[in-house]
Each structure stands twice: as structure tokens, then as C-alpha cells.
């Protein structure tokens, strides 16, 4: 089996972030929220996703926006995290393999648990 390399370019970011959202668009859990729920515009949504990543991953400073507040409204809970992280993990774990490749998924998991916990406050208050 060739050895992976791993993530050092724009191409590799492109690579991943396609990649990743052709399984999200697949999924029967996930594909509801971004097509039939939040209307995504694919369009403009990968390349803020390839900029988010960019500046994540590879320091170029290119993301300036807030990605939590995108996520409060949507019907989402730990279930969606998991497939989501499940899936970012796969298409990593596919296609590269290093330092960058292992710090794209801790980043993943990061955020995915912060966004969770602050939705999950959110819809617990909410009710009251
Ligand atoms: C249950 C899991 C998730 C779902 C269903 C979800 C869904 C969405 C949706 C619907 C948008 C708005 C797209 C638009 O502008 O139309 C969005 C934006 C975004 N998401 Fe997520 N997301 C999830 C998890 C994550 C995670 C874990 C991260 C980070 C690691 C992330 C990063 C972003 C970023 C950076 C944006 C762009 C915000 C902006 O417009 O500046 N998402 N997401």
C-alpha cells in the first residue's frame, strides 16, 4: 500500500474538504440538515470551508468570519456530531497521513464538542 503524505497545500485542503462533503452530502443523517434544513448554497459554502481549513491548518489567515452562531439554529445534537466527526475522520484518514492529517482531526473534535455543548445549553434554556 503507497504511503499517505501528508496535508502541506491548497490542493491537499480542496482534496479534503470535497471530499469530506461528498460523504456529508451521501448521508442519510447529515444531507437532510444541509440540503433540506439550512439550504445550502454548495457554491459558496466550500470555499469558505477551504478558506476556514486554510487558516486552521496551514496559517493563512484567510477565515475572519464566526462559525458558531451558522449552527445554533439548526436541529442538530450529539448524534449529528458524531457522524459528522466520524466522517471528517474517514476522508482524512483516506487521503493523508502525518502531523497535519492528526491535527486536522483534534481540531475537528475540538470544535465539534464545544459546538455541541453550546448548543445543547442553548436548547436546554430555551425551554424553560
Ligand atoms: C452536526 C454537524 C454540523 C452541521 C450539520 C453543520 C452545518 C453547517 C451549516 C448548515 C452551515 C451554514 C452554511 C451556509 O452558510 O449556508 C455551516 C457553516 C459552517 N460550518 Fe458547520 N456544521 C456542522 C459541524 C461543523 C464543525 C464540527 C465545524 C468545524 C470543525 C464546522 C464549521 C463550519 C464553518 C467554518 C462554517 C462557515 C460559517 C461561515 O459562514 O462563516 N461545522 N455548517
Do not use: C
Request: proline content about 6%.
Amino acid at each position: 500500500m503507497p504511503t499517505l503524505a501528508d496535508i502541506h497545500t491548497e490542493a491537499d485542503i480542496k482534496l479534503l474538504i470535497d471530499s469530506f462533503y461528498d460523504k456529508v452530502n451521501q448521508d442519510e443523517l447529515l444531507a437532510p440538515i444541509f440540503n433540506g434544513v439550512a439550504h445550502v448554497n454548495w457554491a459558496t459554502h466550500l470555499p469558505t470551508m477551504y478558506d476556514f481549513w486554510s487558516s486552521l491548518l496551514l496559517g493563512t489567515g484567510r477565515y475572519r468570519g464566526r462559525p458558531f452562531p451558522k449552527h445554533l439554529p439548526l436541529p442538530v445534537d450529539a448524534t449529528h456530531f458524531q457522524r459528522w466527526l466520524t466522517l471528517f475522520r474517514a476522508t482524512v484518514d483516506e487521503h493523508f497521513a502525518g502531523p497535519k492529517a492528526d491535527e486536522a482531526k483534534q481540531r475537528a473534535l475540538s470544535i465539534a464538542t464545544v459546538f455541541e455543548y453550546r448548543i445543547r445549553q442553548y436548547n436546554s434554556l430555551s425551554i424553560l
